[in-house]
């Protein structure tokens, strides 16, 4: 039982929404029979990406091995490969920050340059 049993109706379902999975989310699944392992353990079997309904995850795609999975779940255009200028397709170019995202101080770790 919860310390606060005052707890409106309306919080607590906005505090249930919150930790609810995303609908729209995809994850990717290995097409091969057997024992599931990781997903870099067999780089070059088919995947099926799914979507999550809100109730189950429904197929949505086949993709030909894992590189394609990675671009379809998280986005990447173009053949992902940072150039030698840095720059990958459809990301900001490196010394030039995502807007609305302050720029990060260098840690401590790193050595001054």
Avoid: C, F, N
């Avoid at 057997?34 to 099926?48: K, S």
């Avoid at 720029?103 to 001054?112: E, I, L, M, N, S």
Wanted: charged share 35%.
């Amino acid at each position: 039982m919860r310390e606060d049993e005052d707890e409106s109706l309306a919080e607590w379902a906005a505090r249930r929404e919150q930790r609810r999975r995303p609908v729209g989310k995809l994850r990717a699944v290995r097409l091969a029979d057997g024992q599931r392992v990781g997903a870099h353990v067999t780089p070059d079997e088919p995947r099926l990406i799914m979507r999550w309904d809100g109730y189950q995850w429904l197929p949505d795609a086949v993709v030909e091995d894992y590189a394609a999975a990675q671009r379809a779940l998280y986005g990447v255009e173009g053949d992902g490969v940072v150039r030698s200028d840095g720059s990958t397709p459809g990301h900001p170019t490196p010394g030039h920050p995502t807007p609305g995202r302050p720029d990060k101080a260098p840690g401590r770790h790193r050595k001054p340059s």
